[in-house]
C-alpha cells in the first residue's frame, strides 16, 4: 500500500501543462480528436453534448481595461489519484470504468458501460462525454479511423484515456526488443501535436523525468486539489490570479469570488 | 353492473361505463407515455433534455421522489406488523394498510419501468448484477429494488387474492391465506430492504466527493444524507398515503377510514418530520458553514436563478417547520384543512429535496470558469413520468374497485 491507499505499481503516468506557452490553438484538440476517433456532428453548435477528450477553457482575471489578462486551459481526463477510487470509479455500478493501479491510469470498458452517467455527475472537471447519437463520419472519413481505438456506441459514456493504446503499442515494442516493460514511456496524441511543447508527459514517480521536475515548480498546481482528487494532471503557469483560481480561490476586485 | 360479481359485498361502486370511461382516461396518458419511452429507447437520450452537464435529470428526480412516497408502505407495515405489539394504538394503521401496500407497489413498480428509460443501454441493465461493483451506491440501489419489489409483488398478491371470484377459488383462498399469515415477515424483511434502499439513494448524491454540494461526510460507508433520506421518506411517506387515501374519499365520496387514521398518520408524520427537518437544519448549516468553506466554496457559490436560494427556504421552512410544527399540535392538526395541507407539504418537501440533491447538485459548477447552465426536460421525459403517475391511478382504481381495500368501508358507508 501506498501513502495514496491503494496498491500501486512504480509508474504514475502524468501531464504538465505549461499554460504560459500554451497559445490556445487546439491543436490537442484536434489531434485527440483523431487519434481517439471521436464522433461528431454535422451541427457541434451545442457544446453541452458535443465529445471532446481535451477541452479548452477560456480563464480571465475579471479586470477592466489593461489590467485585463487571459490564458488558455486545456483540459484531459485528470486521472484522478484520489487514496482508492477517483470520483468517477468509485461510483460506477457495473465497473465500466477503473483506475489500472499499475499506471494509474483511468480506463473505460464501453462494452460494458450501461450509460448511467453516474460518473458523468461525480467528475468534477466535466471530462466525461456520453454518447448522444450513433456515431457516424462523414464519407470517407470512416475509412480513415484509428485502427487502434475502438470506436465507441451510442448509450456509452467515454473519455480521455491518456492514449492508452499508445502505452500498449510501445509496450509490445519493448517486449519483443527485450526491454524492461516498467520503463516505457510514450506521448499521447495532444503532446505530440502540441506546436509550442506546452505538454509533456511521463512517469511522475521517475523523479529524473522531465514531468516529476515540472510538477515541482514553484509554478505548478492543479485544478481544485481541494477536492481532494489528486489530480495527475499538472499545469504551470507564472500569474498567481491563474493558480488562485484553478484551485478555486480567486478574489475579483470587489472581494467577491467569481463563479 | 356487468362487473357485480367481482365487486366486493355490501359496497357500492360507479356504474361501470362511468369507471370505463376514467380508465380510458388513464389508458391514454399511459399510452402517450409507453410511445415516448419507445421513442427514447429507439432513438436513444437525444430526445431529452440531458446533456454532458447535466448526466441526471426528470427520471431521476421523479424516481427518487416517487420512490420517497412509496415509503408508506413498508413504513406502515413496519409499523403495523412490527411495533404495534408493543404500541397498541398502531393497530389503527390496519384500517389503511392495504391502500399503503398498493401506494408502495405501483411507486416502486412505476420507479422501475421509468429506470429503464434512463440508461444509454437498456439491454445490458443487468450488467449491474454481474459486474456488480460493491463500492458503488448505485449497486446498492439496484440490488435494494429489486429485491424490495419483489416483496412487494408478495405482499400485493394476497389482497388480489380477496377479490371475491378469486376468494371462490379453493386454492387461490388457501394460497393467499398462508401468505397473508405470513406477512409479517414479508413486511419486516421489505422494512430492512427498504431502510437500505432509501439510504442507498440518498448515498448517491452524499459520495460524491468532488461535488461539493451534494458531498457530506457521514458514519461508516454510508454518508449523511443516507439517513436523511430515510427520515425524509418515512415522514413524508405515510402523509402521502393518508393524501392518496383522502382523494379517494373525495372522489367516491364515501367515508373510507376513520379519522382516528389520518390523526394517528397526523402525529406519526408529524414526530418523524420534527427529528429529520432538526437534523437537516444542522446538516444544512454544517455544510455551509463548514465543510463547503474547506472545499473553497460559500453558500452563495450554489444558488443562482433559476436555482436560487429560494429552493432551501422553501424546502427547509416552508415544507419542513411549518407542517412539522401544524401536525404537532393537537389544536391544528383538528382542522382537515391544516391537517392535509401539511401533509401536502411534507409531500412537496421531500420531493424538492430529491431536485435539489440531484438537479441543483449538478447545477452549481465546481471548476472556477465554468459556466451556470440549465436543466429543461422535454416532453419525451415529462410523458413518461406522467405516464407512471397514470399507471398508479390506474392499478388504484382497479383494487380499489374490485378488491376488499378499506376494511371499514362497509360500516363507514351503510348501504340503505
Ligand atoms: S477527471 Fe473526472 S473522469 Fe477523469 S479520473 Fe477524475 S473524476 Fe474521473
Ligand atoms: S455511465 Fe458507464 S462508466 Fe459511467 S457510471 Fe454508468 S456504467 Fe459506469
Known amino acids: 500500500m501506498s501513502e495514496q491507499g491503494h496498491k500501486q505499481g512504480a509508474v504514475r503516468f502524468g501531464m504538465v501543462i505549461d499554460l504560459d506557452k500554451c497559445t490556445g490553438c487546439m491543436a490537442c484538440s484536434v489531434a485527440c480528436q483523431a487519434e481517439n476517433n471521436i464522433s461528431f456532428r454535422e451541427d457541434e453548435s451545442n457544446k453541452l453534448r458535443s465529445i471532446s477528450w481535451m477541452e479548452v477553457f477560456y480563464l480571465d482575471n475579471d479586470q477592466d481595461y489593461a489590467n485585463y489578462q487571459y490564458t488558455y486551459l486545456p483540459r484531459p481526463c485528470m486521472h484522478c489519484d484520489a487514496p482508492h477510487h477517483a470520483p468517477c470509479t468509485f461510483v460506477c455500478p457495473v465497473n465500466a470504468t477503473t483506475r489500472d493501479e499499475e499506471n494509474g491510469i483511468v480506463g473505460h470498458i464501453y462494452p460494458r458501460c450501461i450509460g448511467c452517467r453516474y460518473c458523468i455527475v461525480a467528475c468534477p472537471y466535466h471530462a466525461r462525454d456520453f454518447n448522444w447519437w450513433d456515431p457516424a463520419w462523414p464519407e470517407p472519413m470512416e475509412a480513415m479511423l484509428n485502427p487502434e481505438v475502438s470506436p465507441r456506441m451510442r448509450g456509452v459514456v467515454e473519455k480521455c484515456t491518456f492514449c492508452h493504446h499508445r502505452l500498449l503499442k510501445a509496450r509490445a515494442k519493448a517486449f519483443l526488443e527485450e526491454q524492461d516493460l516498467y520503463e516505457v514511456t510514450y506521448m499521447p496524441a495532444c503532446g505530440e501535436a502540441c506546436p509550442t511543447k506546452a505538454i509533456s508527459f511521463g512517469n511522475l514517480n521517475d523523479a529524473e523525468s522531465q514531468v516529476a521536475k515540472l510538477a515541482k515548480d514553484p509554478r505548478a498546481f492543479r485544478l481544485l486539489s481541494k477536492l481532494n482528487t489528486e489530480p495527475k494532471v499538472y499545469y504551470l503557469s507564472k500569474h498567481e490570479w491563474v493558480r488562485k483560481q484553478g484551485d478555486k480561490h480567486f478574489q475579483n476586485s470587489n472581494g467577491n469570488k467569481r463563479g | ?416
Open chain 2, 1 to 416: 353492473m356487468m362487473d357485480k360479481a367481482l365487486i366486493p359485498e355490501g359496497v357500492k361502486r360507479c356504474p361501470l361505463p362511468v369507471f370505463g370511461i376514467w380508465l380510458l382516461v388513464l389508458l391514454a396518458f399511459i399510452g402517450w407515455g409507453v410511445y415516448a419511452g419507445v421513442a427514447v429507447l429507439i432513438q436513444a437520450l437525444h430526445l431529452t433534455g440531458l446533456n454532458d452537464y447535466f448526466g441526471f435529470g426528470l427520471y431521476i428526480t421523479a424516481d427518487l421522489a416517487i420512490i420517497a412516497l412509496g415509503a408508506g408502505a413498508f413504513f406502515s407495515g413496519f409499523l403495523y406488523y412490527g411495533l404495534s405489539r408493543l404500541f397498541p394504538a398502531l393497530k389503527e394503521l390496519h384500517k389503511i394498510i392495504n391502500l399503503a401496500v398498493i401506494v408502495g407497489f405501483v411507486c416502486y413498480t412505476g420507479a422501475l419501468a421509468v429506470l429503464l428509460l434512463e440508461v444509454g443501454q437498456p439491454l445490458r441493465a443487468w450488467f449491474g448484477y454481474w459486474h456488480a461493483n460493491v463500492h458503488s451506491m448505485l449497486t446498492e440501489v439496484i440490488f435494494c429494488i429489486t429485491c424490495y419489489a419483489i416483496v412487494l409483488v408478495i405482499e400485493y398478491v394476497p389482497i388480489i387474492l380477496s377479490n371475491r371470484k378469486l376468494e371462490a377459488i379453493r386454492s387461490a383462498r388457501v394460497f393467499g391465506h398462508t401468505l397473508h399469515d405470513l406477512m409479517a415477515i414479508f413486511a419486516l424483511t421489505g422494512t430492512f430492504l427498504s431502510f437500505f434502499h432509501q439510504g442507498s439513494l440518498g448515498g448517491v448524491a452524499g459520495v460524491l466527493f468532488a461535488r461539493p454540494f451534494a458531498y457530506r461526510t457521514g458514519f461508516f460507508i454510508w454518508p449523511w444524507t443516507f439517513f436523511l433520506f430515510i427520515l425524509s421518506a418515512i415522514a413524508s411517506g405515510p402523509a402521502f398515503t393518508a393524501l392518496v387515501c383522502r382523494s379517494m374519499e373525495a372522489v367516491t365520496r364515501k367515508k373510507l377510514v376513520d379519522r382516528s387514521v389520518y390523526e394517528l398518520i397526523a402525529k406519526i408524520v408529524g414526530t418523524l418530520l420534527s427529528i429529520y427537518i432538526v437534523l437537516k437544519i444542522v446538516d444544512t448549516v454544517y455544510w455551509a458553514l463548514f465543510q463547503s468553506p474547506q472545499f473553497g466554496f460559500n453558500l452563495g457559490d450554489y444558488y443562482r436563478a433559476p436555482y436560487g436560494m429560494w429552493l432551501l427556504f422553501v424546502e427547509i421552512i416552508v415544507c419542513g417547520v411549518l407542517p412539522t410544527a401544524a401536525l404537532l399540535y393537537p389544536r391544528t392538526r383538528q382542522s382537515n384543512i391544516v391537517m392535509f395541507l401539511s401533509f401536502l407539504l411534507a409531500c412537496v418537501g421531500v420531493t424538492i429535496n430529491r431536485f435539489v440533491m440531484t438537479i441543483q447538485a449538478i447545477a452549481a459548477p465546481v471548476m472556477p470558469f465554468d459556466k451556470w447552465e440549465v436543466y429543461v426536460p422535454t416532453v419525451y421525459e415529462w410523458a413518461p413520468i406522467i405516464a407512471m403517475i397514470a399507471y398508479c391511478a390506474l392499478i388504484l382504481s382497479l383494487s380499489y374497485r374490485y378488491l376488499p381495500l378499506f376494511p371499514r368501508e362497509k360500516e363507514l358507508n351503510p348501504t340503505s
